[in-house]
């Protein structure tokens, strides 16, 4: 059986019933070559998880910091590429002199998951602590949450279509640990993959007149995905399938973060600039720090998913689209700039004056996820130059106090 088979039977089999991302469904197999999506899924995840484990095992014991990949696939594609696994394996290298990231990878498919204890074997024999699980994440999840119990946890969610139930989200990943405190050693972090194509196909079940045996309990998997039944009229109620993927996955996002008190980040995530959405990539997070470190991984990561765009380069080519890249970056950033600067002007205005590590919101409001720090750096200093605000724009960012003068 080729690996396209066994993803395709494992998402046939999953309890959902409904699984398929786009991914697997088009002509090439998903773990032989990486997609555009997944570009900007490794690369946020890789921007991230070392600034988290850095930040949060400062108060660990042993400066452990414990990292969940609970549908984590073979570790590599088949042409080599690092899947989530191997680019993870390679932080916790990176950290190991000054944390110890205890990476636990759950796969259920047989032939992923040989290939990925193999990994994990190479990754034991450089002295970091990494173990494959066999089966479903469901069933690891509470081993997995005893091992944490007293160390920070960093848990990535990526399934192909439905992943873990709202209640195991909430109540045996959060909740367990929020009645030991909510951050520092006992920080929590979830990065998910809310996957698009599952809320159209298991949506359009609400509408066709086919009836299906598994079409019952389909629903059923997508409401205990979603917390209830809610998403139903959302989708009845949506004009068309890009409205509905919208409502949903804020509605889902909107009862998570109210459910568990915290922050959260929807990043959509496409294949092509034109492309539907494939899926959304949601972090929640507790921590002010964690709102911010992660607005600089996905603005740094959204700058590599954009030249995973460019056409290769040829010899002899007379126009050479990296240097248009650069340039159209550059543009991209001026006007990034002009709307946080708008923003600022209009807190300003509201405020007096403020400090910018308590509105990240408000100040990065129509370029979150695309601008980073620093923009809103380059925005203060204009504004000074031009008197409109007394902060230089020099030091710490978020430590910026902007007033008018
Ligand atoms: C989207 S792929 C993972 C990709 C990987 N995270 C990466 O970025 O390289 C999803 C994986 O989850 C596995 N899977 C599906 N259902 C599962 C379940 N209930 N528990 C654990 N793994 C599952 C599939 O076999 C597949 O390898």
Wanted: hydrophobic letters at 40%.
């Amino acid at each position: 059986m080729s690996e396209h088979d066994e993803v395709y039977e494992d998402a046939v089999l999953d309890l959902s019933g409904e699984s398929l991302g786009e991914e697997v469904a088009s002509s090439s197999p998903f773990f032989v070559s990486k997609k555009a999506a997944a570009v900007l899924k490794h690369e946020i995840l890789n921007r991230y998880v070392v600034p988290f484990a850095s930040k949060v095992g400062r108060y660990a014991p042993d400066g452990r910091v414990v990292y969940l990949d609970s549908y984590a696939g073979p570790g590599r594609y088949e042409d080599g590429t690092p899947g989530s696994p191997a680019l993870i394996l390679d932080a916790a290298a990176r950290v190991a002199g000054f944390r110890q990231l205890d990476c636990y990878f759950v796969e259920r498919g047989r032939k992923s998951y040989r290939s990925l204890s193999q990994l994990v074997d190479e990754a034991k024999d450089q002295g970091l602590t990494a173990h494959a699980l066999r089966g479903r994440a469901e069933k690891h999840l509470s081993a997995v949450l005893d091992r944490a119990a007293g160390s920070p946890l960093f848990a990535f969610l990526d399934p192909f279509g439905l992943g873990l139930s709202f209640d195991a989200l909430t109540q045996d990943i959060f909740g367990s640990r929020a009645r030991r405190g909510l951050t520092g050693r006992h920080a929590t972090e979830v990065l998910l993959n809310f996957n698009a194509n599952a809320v159209r196909r298991i949506g359009g079940l609400l509408t066709s007149t086919k009836q299906t045996p598994s079409k019952p309990a389909t629903l059923s998997a997508m409401d205990a995905a979603c917390g209830g039944d809610w998403w139903r009229q959302e989708f009845l109620d949506s004009a068309d399938n890009q409205e509905a993927v919208r409502r949903i996955t804020n509605g889902f996002v909107t009862r998570v973060s109210h459910e568990i008190r915290s922050g959260s980040w929807t990043i959509a995530v496409r294949n092509r600039a034109h492309h539907q959405v494939a899926y959304n990539l949601v972090l929640f997070t507790r921590h002010n720090d964690g709102m911010w470190l992660f607005g600089e991984a996905v603005s740094l990561a959204q700058v590599e998913w954009r030249r995973a765009q460019l056409p290769p380069e040829e010899d002899g080519m007379l126009w050479n689209p990296i240097d248009s890249f650069e340039e159209e970056e550059a543009f991209r950033a001026q006007e990034w700039i002009r709307t946080i600067r708008r923003n600022i002007e209009r807190l300003l205005v509201s405020k007096g004056n403020f400090l910018v590590d308590a509105h990240q919101r408000e100040i990065m409001a129509g370029v979150a996820g695309e601008a980073r720090e620093m923009h809103i750096r380059a925005a203060v200093k204009e504004l000074y130059k031009e008197g409109k605000t007394g902060c230089t724009g020099v030091g710490s960012v978020r430590q910026l106090r902007i007033s008018s003068v």
